[in-house]
Protein backbone atom coordinates (compact mmCIF):
# COMPACT_ATOMS: atom_id res chain seq x y z
CA UNK A 1 0.00 0.00 0.00
CA UNK A 2 1.22 2.98 -1.20
CA UNK A 3 1.01 6.80 1.01
CA UNK A 4 0.13 10.16 -0.77
CA UNK A 5 4.01 10.98 -0.69
CA UNK A 6 5.24 7.84 -2.84
CA UNK A 7 2.64 7.64 -5.12
CA UNK A 8 4.01 11.32 -6.12
CA UNK A 9 7.68 9.97 -6.11
CA UNK A 10 6.96 7.44 -8.17
CA UNK A 11 5.18 10.07 -10.95
CA UNK A 12 8.09 12.53 -10.27
CA UNK A 13 10.73 9.42 -11.00
CA UNK A 14 8.44 9.08 -14.23
CA UNK A 15 9.33 12.40 -15.60
CA UNK A 16 13.22 12.64 -14.28
CA UNK A 17 12.91 13.64 -10.90
CA UNK A 18 15.65 12.56 -9.48
CA UNK A 19 14.76 14.84 -5.76
CA UNK A 20 12.22 12.91 -4.51
CA UNK A 21 9.61 15.12 -1.94
CA UNK A 22 9.24 13.94 1.87
CA UNK A 23 6.36 15.93 2.06
CA UNK A 24 3.78 18.31 0.43
CA UNK A 25 4.62 21.08 2.59
CA UNK A 26 8.16 21.25 1.61
CA UNK A 27 9.94 23.95 0.16
CA UNK A 28 10.32 22.75 -3.25
CA UNK A 29 8.92 23.15 -6.95
CA UNK A 30 7.94 19.08 -7.07
CA UNK A 31 6.04 19.27 -3.65
CA UNK A 32 4.19 22.66 -4.46
CA UNK A 33 3.14 21.28 -7.92
CA UNK A 34 2.23 17.72 -6.52
CA UNK A 35 -0.08 19.64 -3.27
CA UNK A 36 -1.87 21.04 -6.06
CA UNK A 37 -1.91 18.58 -9.02
CA UNK A 38 -2.81 15.57 -6.20
CA UNK A 39 -5.87 15.77 -4.66
CA UNK A 40 -8.02 16.42 -8.06
CA UNK A 41 -6.02 13.70 -9.82
CA UNK A 42 -7.03 11.64 -7.19
CA UNK A 43 -10.80 12.04 -7.72
CA UNK A 44 -10.58 12.29 -11.71
CA UNK A 45 -9.08 9.05 -11.89
CA UNK A 46 -11.58 7.48 -9.24
CA UNK A 47 -14.17 8.91 -11.79
CA UNK A 48 -12.52 7.48 -14.34
CA UNK A 49 -13.78 4.14 -13.92
CA UNK A 50 -15.51 1.70 -11.31
CA UNK A 51 -12.82 0.50 -9.22
CA UNK A 52 -14.46 -2.11 -6.87
CA UNK A 53 -12.54 -0.66 -3.72
CA UNK A 54 -14.10 2.56 -4.55
CA UNK A 55 -17.86 1.28 -4.77
CA UNK A 56 -20.35 1.67 -2.84
CA UNK A 57 -24.26 0.97 -2.48
CA UNK A 58 -26.53 3.08 -0.76
CA UNK A 59 -30.80 3.79 -0.89
CA UNK A 60 -31.03 6.99 -2.10
CA UNK A 61 -33.31 9.89 0.34
CA UNK A 62 -36.32 10.23 -1.30
CA UNK A 63 -36.86 14.29 -1.66
CA UNK A 64 -40.80 14.47 -2.83
CA UNK A 65 -41.37 16.60 -5.31
CA UNK A 66 -40.13 15.21 -8.15
CA UNK A 67 -39.37 17.71 -11.17
CA UNK A 68 -41.55 16.99 -14.61
CA UNK A 69 -41.00 13.90 -16.79
CA UNK A 70 -39.82 11.96 -13.74
CA UNK A 71 -41.40 9.88 -10.95
CA UNK A 72 -39.44 10.62 -7.88
CA UNK A 73 -36.41 12.62 -6.84
CA UNK A 74 -33.77 11.70 -4.50
CA UNK A 75 -31.09 13.39 -3.10
CA UNK A 76 -27.82 12.28 -4.00
CA UNK A 77 -24.99 10.89 -1.83
CA UNK A 78 -22.91 13.14 -0.20
CA UNK A 79 -20.24 11.16 -1.24
CA UNK A 80 -20.45 10.39 -4.44
CA UNK A 81 -18.06 11.08 -7.14
CA UNK A 82 -20.29 9.02 -9.77
CA UNK A 83 -23.30 7.63 -10.20
CA UNK A 84 -22.69 4.49 -11.82
CA UNK A 85 -26.20 2.55 -11.71
CA UNK A 86 -29.61 2.92 -9.93
CA UNK A 87 -30.79 -0.13 -8.89
CA UNK A 88 -33.61 -1.46 -6.89
CA UNK A 89 -33.14 -2.06 -2.95
CA UNK A 90 -31.31 -6.03 -2.70
CA UNK A 91 -30.48 -6.41 -6.50
CA UNK A 92 -26.75 -7.40 -6.39
CA UNK A 93 -26.45 -8.83 -10.11
CA UNK A 94 -25.12 -6.54 -13.12
CA UNK A 95 -27.65 -5.12 -14.92
CA UNK A 96 -27.80 -5.73 -18.89
CA UNK A 97 -28.66 -3.28 -20.86
CA UNK A 98 -32.56 -3.40 -21.45
CA UNK A 99 -32.40 -3.53 -17.45
CA UNK A 100 -30.57 -0.10 -16.50
CA UNK A 101 -33.24 2.22 -15.08
CA UNK A 102 -32.73 5.84 -16.36
CA UNK A 103 -31.89 8.42 -14.59
CA UNK A 104 -31.08 12.37 -14.73
CA UNK A 105 -28.54 14.29 -12.43
CA UNK A 106 -29.96 17.96 -11.68
CA UNK A 107 -29.65 20.26 -8.92
CA UNK A 108 -32.08 22.43 -6.41
CA UNK A 109 -31.13 24.56 -3.37
CA UNK A 110 -29.88 21.78 -1.30
CA UNK A 111 -27.33 20.57 -3.77
CA UNK A 112 -27.35 17.92 -6.70
CA UNK A 113 -30.44 15.39 -7.02
CA UNK A 114 -30.82 12.39 -9.08
CA UNK A 115 -33.85 11.72 -10.85
CA UNK A 116 -35.32 8.67 -11.91
CA UNK A 117 -38.55 6.50 -12.29
CA UNK A 118 -37.51 3.69 -9.89
CA UNK A 119 -39.19 4.02 -6.74
CA UNK A 120 -37.35 3.37 -3.40
CA UNK A 121 -34.15 3.65 -5.53
CA UNK A 122 -30.96 2.66 -4.47
CA UNK A 123 -27.55 3.95 -6.24
CA UNK A 124 -24.19 2.24 -7.16
CA UNK A 125 -21.71 4.95 -7.05
CA UNK A 126 -17.91 5.50 -6.93
CA UNK A 127 -17.48 7.47 -3.43
CA UNK A 128 -14.36 9.86 -2.89
CA UNK A 129 -11.62 7.67 -1.05
CA UNK A 130 -8.99 9.89 0.68
CA UNK A 131 -7.04 7.27 2.81
CA UNK A 132 -4.10 5.58 -0.17
CA UNK A 133 -4.31 2.53 2.66
CA UNK A 134 -7.67 1.56 0.64
CA UNK A 135 -5.97 2.29 -2.73
CA UNK A 136 -5.09 -1.31 -4.68
CA UNK A 137 -1.88 -1.29 -6.65
CA UNK A 138 -3.54 -0.96 -10.04
CA UNK A 139 -4.91 2.51 -8.96
CA UNK A 140 -2.08 3.55 -7.40
CA UNK A 141 0.01 3.23 -10.70
CA UNK A 142 -2.80 4.46 -12.73
CA UNK A 143 -2.80 7.75 -10.51
CA UNK A 144 1.06 8.07 -10.58
CA UNK A 145 1.16 7.95 -14.50
CA UNK A 146 -2.06 10.45 -14.16
CA UNK A 147 0.28 12.73 -11.65
CA UNK A 148 3.41 12.33 -14.23
CA UNK A 149 1.31 13.90 -17.35
CA UNK A 150 0.57 17.28 -15.24
CA UNK A 151 4.24 17.19 -13.71
CA UNK A 152 5.88 16.76 -17.15
CA UNK A 153 5.46 20.01 -18.69
CA UNK A 154 6.70 22.00 -15.79
CA UNK A 155 9.44 20.01 -14.07
CA UNK A 156 11.17 18.62 -16.98
CA UNK A 157 9.59 21.04 -20.16
CA UNK A 158 9.85 17.67 -22.51
CA UNK A 159 6.48 17.43 -24.23
CA UNK A 160 7.41 13.76 -25.74
CA UNK A 161 7.32 12.93 -21.54
CA UNK A 162 3.81 14.06 -21.30
CA UNK A 163 3.17 11.81 -24.12
CA UNK A 164 4.58 8.59 -22.98
CA UNK A 165 2.92 9.50 -19.21
CA UNK A 166 -0.51 9.46 -21.21
CA UNK A 167 -0.04 6.57 -22.66
CA UNK A 168 0.87 4.41 -20.00
CA UNK A 169 -1.98 6.11 -18.02
CA UNK A 170 -4.24 4.87 -20.93
CA UNK A 171 -2.43 1.42 -20.34
CA UNK A 172 -2.65 1.29 -16.65
CA UNK A 173 -6.54 1.88 -16.95
CA UNK A 174 -6.73 -0.88 -19.33
CA UNK A 175 -5.19 -3.44 -17.33
CA UNK A 176 -7.51 -2.33 -14.35
CA UNK A 177 -10.10 -3.02 -16.55
CA UNK A 178 -9.31 -6.27 -17.21
CA UNK A 179 -8.94 -7.73 -13.68
CA UNK A 180 -10.65 -4.88 -11.28
CA UNK A 181 -13.82 -7.46 -11.03
CA UNK A 182 -11.56 -10.97 -10.46
CA UNK A 183 -11.88 -10.82 -6.61
CA UNK A 184 -15.90 -11.31 -7.52
CA UNK A 185 -18.41 -13.69 -8.19
CA UNK A 186 -22.01 -13.24 -9.67
CA UNK A 187 -24.67 -15.03 -8.79
CA UNK A 188 -25.34 -17.42 -11.74
CA UNK A 189 -27.57 -16.64 -14.05
CA UNK A 190 -31.47 -18.18 -13.66
CA UNK A 191 -31.97 -20.51 -16.43
CA UNK A 192 -34.22 -19.43 -19.10
CA UNK A 193 -38.10 -20.65 -18.15
CA UNK A 194 -37.92 -22.47 -21.95
CA UNK A 195 -34.63 -24.65 -20.82
CA UNK A 196 -37.02 -25.54 -17.35
CA UNK A 197 -39.92 -26.38 -19.17
CA UNK A 198 -37.95 -28.67 -21.47
CA UNK A 199 -36.58 -30.73 -18.53
Not at 45 to 65: H, K, N
Not at 139 to 152: C, G, K, P, Q
Not at 179 to 194: I, K, R
Request: net charge negative; charged share 20%.
Amino acid sequence: MSSDVEICNIALSRVASTQPIVSFTEKSKAAELCRVFYGPLRELVLQAFPWPFAESIVALASLGSPAPGWAYRYRYPSDCLQVRDIVQPGWRRALSIDQQIPFKIGYDAGGRVIHTDQPEAACRFTFKVEDSTFFDPQFADALAWRLAMDLALPLSSKPDLQQFAAQQYQTALTLAEGSAFEESQDDVEPESEFITVRA
